[in-house]
């Protein structure tokens, strides 16, 4: 396990510049989300792939994300004021700003995780993280920009 409040991780391969950002507007986001708010990917026959999440829509600031899902695509659950994330052992991808500006305090990264994308926690109020060894790859700016929460805040 490796604690992010250190400032190297031994044995990783870091990514430099590995994705490229792009923000897409997907006008038929809310009509594809279930009823638990996630949307997933489509099938070249258009239906759903919920092996990979693709954005949240949800109301929910407390989010336990389904045990089918491999891959939590870029920016799934961005700027959504998130305060807790379960994230199951399913798991094997964390793609880029993942959960980019939230108000995360504590992740556990499970086993079954090997790589957490550019910034997938950039911007959140991370005081700890659980990195297991199965991650061999970790990007820019993963977990960089932690904001200090303000005691007024709570």
Same mark, same amino acid.
């Given at each position: ?7 190297? =991780? ?9 994705? =490229? ?6 006008? /038929? ?11 997933? %990917?489509?099938? %070249? ?30 920016? %799934? ?19 880029? =700003? ?13 086993? /079954? ?20 060894? /199965? ?20």
């Amino acid at each position: 396990m490796y604690d992010v409040r250190f400032p190297f =991780l031994r044995n990783m391969k870091i990514l430099r510049n590995s994705c =490229l950002v792009t923000s897409l507007f997907f006008i /038929s986001i809310q009509a594809n989300a279930g009823t638990d708010g996630f949307v997933y %990917a489509k099938n %070249a026959d258009g239906s759903e792939d919920k092996s990979k999440i693709i954005n949240y829509v949800g109301k929910q600031k407390s989010v336990i994300i389904p045990n089918h899902v491999i891959i939590i695509d870029k920016e %799934a659950f961005a700027s959504k004021a998130l305060t807790s994330i379960t994230i199951p052992n399913s798991v094997t991808e964390i793609r880029c =700003l993942a959960f980019y500006q939230n108000e995360l305090t504590d992740v556990i990264i499970p086993n /079954s995780v090997t790589e957490i994308r550019y910034g997938a926690f950039y911007t959140n109020y991370l005081s700890a993280v659980t990195i297991p060894n /199965s991650v061999i790859e970790i990007g820019d700016y993963a977990f960089d920009n932690v904001v200090k929460k303000n005691n007024a805040d709570e």
